[in-house]
């Protein structure tokens, strides 16, 4: 940490910053400058809160050297994390993910249409939301519990693993008992008290950046999640709130490179809420692989015209289709390939439907129903 | 809510939008222009969901006449509404309310101090918080229940009513136990679990403006505490996430008039946070008043050069007090008043200090002084 | 500057650090810590350009200590500096000034019923545009050299001086020609050959803050004023562009104690851009002057709702003349006053009507037509 | 233009609505609603300047329903606009165009060594700035006319056509005798002098987005240009100013797909300032063609760790020779080409070395080499 000193600082408010900061157990390098001195912090093993410093008087700034997460930080972990959703589903490897399906769980009907197209499609997981945060009170807020037995029913049938979003710590263990991923949406991003939760539960987390976060801040609350013990975090680029209406949400991929530079975590981009617009998610999904993501999660619904919610930015089945055939191409010219879809249930052994989920996903045969 | 065809739609695409229209219920009246077809829909009662039109083929744009929240709205409530935080202790009325206290509860020693200082100052309720959201899983998190603890004890020495952040739903119901308004933090804004919990609490709440929100949507976050029943909601602008990094955020005070035009709820502004630098505090506070804000929220310390967290932006207890002399003056400018302190409990009289909380504040006699 | 290299950057990639350094002219100190090593660059005299270095192998970060600009700085000269706009008209000292006049001169009538009305409410100054910047080439663009002629007219007639906005180098003359002060607009505040031009003029400018120019931008704009020779630069806080398009522009009022720290100059605010909405101008102005604003600039036009440009944002006459009364309150509960209109030239003395204007208003004597 | 009145408005409030839009010289359709009254503007062919009516008493809200711009749009022209750089040079067509260069022209070795380096690459023009617009006055600022020489010579030796920045009128004259692409940079995007004076110039033009201009504003301002009578505009995205400090712009690449769907112009992508950081250049370069953009620009310098400007955004010469080979792949993925470089003059039979430019590069045979 340096503390910049004013042009003109007195050697009295010098003295005080070196003091407070052997106050605070570090040691104190006094540096004059040619226009300003400046004081280094040194010996601290990660970020000082700089706060008590930064109104001394004579101080004009404080600058962070190092970063404020750690475990996160490719620093930390040179090698790129592998996370594994359920067995041969892996997300961050050379394969490239596809999470899709409709952006609610609206009835049995609808999700298993959903995930019998996009597994037909080539999808390697299913999304689909059964708790679902709205800007509205009065606007549709889900199925809850009824959306998780359907969309287990949708995996028993399809061998998609799922991915659906949990709101607080007690629909996270809910989620978790059904599903193979937890979601934790944007706005949820700070919201520190469900990061631990799901820090504390053994099942894959995928963690959306939130409307005005900066990437170091979604570094942060990844950070949340490692420090209580659950290192299969997955990041997502949905989209930041800027300026312009052109779009609902500025997709910003160029978070890819800039996560991949940082962390070791893997990262995939959602071209759907990133531009809020069906005619725009197919050639963003092919910059998001381009830019190097480690997947894609795109809303897919059977009927979007006659959705409950995001209708305007689902695509249709057929769409979805071409889609995943310019995605191959796309990673093939960067030398990456798709993922296939994960092996369909064997005919006949599917008799939990509804049940609640096969163990951890970490374990060796979650779909092992029979 | 208009649909607005592109140019050149089809009579066909015009036909499917007012179909799409009357079966979701509403009456369809297509107007065609000079260069384009729009088609009203008329008959809703609330905001429309409208997301399976807006991809329709030959749609431009869908416009919302009606505002998606109600309850909060100006329209549907004229007359101003007043919170009492505790009796005396208003907000939204002619008095203009101040609260302010340290960022953190960090000691007993330290909470008294302060308590006292900005009682003597002529605070009107006292801020501190036990649970602190913070970017870093590694910094200060606050003493939880303790300091729920120590703010009562604060309470009881000084009369001054007690303001603090709740995280999650169980943390709502503990605040609720210990404190007269429960605070939720900006990033916790769109953390709908938790604003449904304190909907079901009869007790104020501080609504805080997130640092992506825009008015609109901080007014949403509000129904759906209106929605659960509470009425008692006092909103506060604290400065949103911008450019420029020059100040900790960008304080947004016309949003204290917007509020005002849109809603009937109070809005009082955060200076501390929305500068995040002492200096700075004094005129943003002043500017807060000038621009017809219902009360101010301050951070003081009493020794802010050792606070555990926000010391840039915390006042000296000097300071705060030559502020609140200017901030009567300013009051007096445009023909309102600073409030008076609540009553000090009287001298020996004090035997429960540091148990639970008295009752609802929105009781006759919560100090139970007598 | 300081070079941040990465943890682990090899003895190798510092050295090479170094001697970039001392390549460039300067003292190379590197300075090891605990987690990483550091590298300061000392002898510089001003803002160094760093992108030479910014991407060497290792180099993590690079932080500019010293401010690029110079002159505008509080550092450079400490006291405040007064811009004399006219003769007992100046921005800067203990005096508020208010600025105040139609969006556009429209007509003859238009603008001497406009400058007669805000004189006698008491504004110090008439603003109004002869050359508008509008988004649209199909707007109204202003009557140019003739508009000059009719504010010319306007302040023979009322003392008033004028302000008035010039859109290139050409422009310039002209404006200073006619004009007191020439008026950057915002979309022009990076246009560096215009501010060039009118750093070789001889006349204040008024530099407006730019849509998403930080504070820091803002200096840098007026330093190339000042760069050229022209020190008698006011700035103008307007409003940015954000993400709530609840209001036109995000008011940010914060930029006046922030420039107030950093620079000697001049600030005012307008809050008719700052809010683009008549009924926030009120609250808004009274909130410029109690953040401790040199001054306001107010749209009035004498009928708004036939006004060619800005009309939803200007004031009626008798808002305005509401609004001073409520400025000299908040002025004095601050410690200041608002400045009284400059005096109305004598009867019978004005004969140069409509011609180009009296001398530099750094003169002696400017108005003295006689 | 649709005027909605606030709920309760009074029939005087909108009978006054009504009259001010006869007035305007419309047809005003009032349209009684479950909630609130509305009243259609009918009968504008373009934009109707709203701003009389905004402010009338009773009205909440007007909303425009036609795009302010008009030869810009797709709905003017249905068919894509490909506008030719120089003979076998085009941009908006099938073929994608690589335009690369240093930032700035330095020296005769240096402009000729990049010269040849991205020729012998695969570059279809050369982008280099003989007038550099930078934040701070002390910064070099170009080497002016013989920047433009130089580049000029770098033409005669390559063949490869040029694209210089004009910062104003006069520039934009002698760029124009020099170069065959004028640039605007992000700064003068609505620097509208400079936009009608391009829109005079027999020259194509590279429009660069704004550091906040809303996709609108772009084509706003591109329409200023073909208002003028020049319809040869490339769009350039190249990132806006957002909160978060990782890269020096937020890469807004959905602008390609928006740009594609409102417009009939080709729009090209540059990743070297909507990153600013050359590591993260080549995936967003990628990401520019897989999102469908019609070309790239792309800053590359003989000696990054030596350049004058933008070091750390350039590639060095082999990373750019890399990068050609995957857009080729890109490009091939989805259906596209690279352009080939132009031809290269005959040996020997160059004599105008330095001297001023072909005629316009409209013409059939600019390069006239025989």
Redesign the interface.
């Known amino acids: 940490m340096?503390v910049?000193m004013?042009?003109?600082a007195t050697t009295a408010e010098i003295d005080r910053v070196v003091r407070?900061i052997q106050e605070m157990g570090y040691h104190a390098?006094p540096?004059p400058?040619?226009?300003?001195t400046?004081v280094?912090l040194?010996?601290?093993?990660?970020?000082v809160?700089s706060?008590?410093?930064?109104?001394?008087p004579g101080v004009a700034?404080v600058?962070h050297?190092?970063q404020?997460?750690?475990q996160v930080s490719r620093?930390w972990r040179p090698e790129n994390t592998i996370v594994t959703i359920a067995p041969g589903v892996t997300v961050g490897g050379p394969e490239v993910a596809i999470f899709a399906g409709p952006c609610s769980v609206e009835s049995e009907e609808q999700i298993l249409t959903a995930a019998r197209a996009v597994r037909a499609a080539g999808a390697t997981a299913l999304r689909g939301g059964a708790f679902k945060?709205?800007?509205?009170?009065?606007?549709?807020q889900g199925l809850g519990r009824r959306g998780l037995e359907l969309l287990a029913l949708a995996r028993e049938e399809t061998g998609l693993p799922i991915v659906t979003e949990a709101?607080?710590?007690?629909?996270a263990h809910l989620v978790a008992e059904y599903a193979d991923c937890i979601q934790i949406g944007a706005?949820?991003m700070?919201?520190?008290?469900?990061l631990k939760a799901v820090g504390r539960i053994d099942k894959p987390v995928l963690l959306k950046r939130?409307?005005?976060a900066?990437?170091?801040?979604l570094l942060?609350?990844a950070?949340?999640i490692l420090?209580e013990g659950n290192g299969r975090v997955i990041l997502c680029e949905r989209g930041?709130?800027?300026?312009?209406?052109?779009?609902r949400n500025?997709?910003?991929?160029?978070?890819?490179?800039?996560v991949h530079?940082l962390s070791h975590l893997p990262i995939i981009a959602d071209p759907s809420h990133?531009?809020g617009?069906?005619?725009?998610v197919t050639?963003?999904a092919?910059?998001?692989?381009?830019?190097?993501a480690d997947g894609v999660i795109i809303e897919v619904h059977p009927n979007?015209?006659?959705?409950?919610?995001?209708?305007?930015?689902s695509l249709f089945p057929d769409q979805f289709t071409e889609l995943v055939v310019?995605l191959r191409?796309?990673a093939?010219?960067?030398g990456r390939t798709v993922a296939a879809p994960p092996p369909r249930p064997a005919d006949g052994r599917v008799d939990a439907a509804s049940g609640p989920a096969r163990g951890s996903s970490s374990g060796p045969a979650p779909i092992a129903v029979g």
């Not at 040194?42 to 970020?47: E, K, P, S, Y």
């Not at 500025?250 to 800039?258: E, G, N, R, S």
């Not at 617009?277 to 725009?280: A, P, Q």
């Open positions: 340096l910049v004013r042009h003109g407070t390098a540096m400058g040619a226009q300003r400046a280094g040194v010996g601290n093993d990660g970020r809160d706060s008590r410093i930064e109104a001394l700034q600058i050297v190092t404020p997460y750690k620093e945060p709205r800007s509205s009170p009065y606007a549709f709101m607080d710590e007690e629909g706005r949820n700070q919201n520190y008290s469900l939130g409307l005005a900066t990437i170091g801040d942060l609350s950070e949340y420090a930041v709130r800027t300026f312009d209406p052109a779009s500025m997709f910003d991929l160029t978070a890819v490179p800039v530079e990133g531009t617009n069906r005619e725009r050639p963003m092919r910059a998001s692989l381009a830019a190097g979007p015209d006659r959705a409950l919610s995001d209708g305007a930015q310019e191409e796309i093939r010219a960067i």
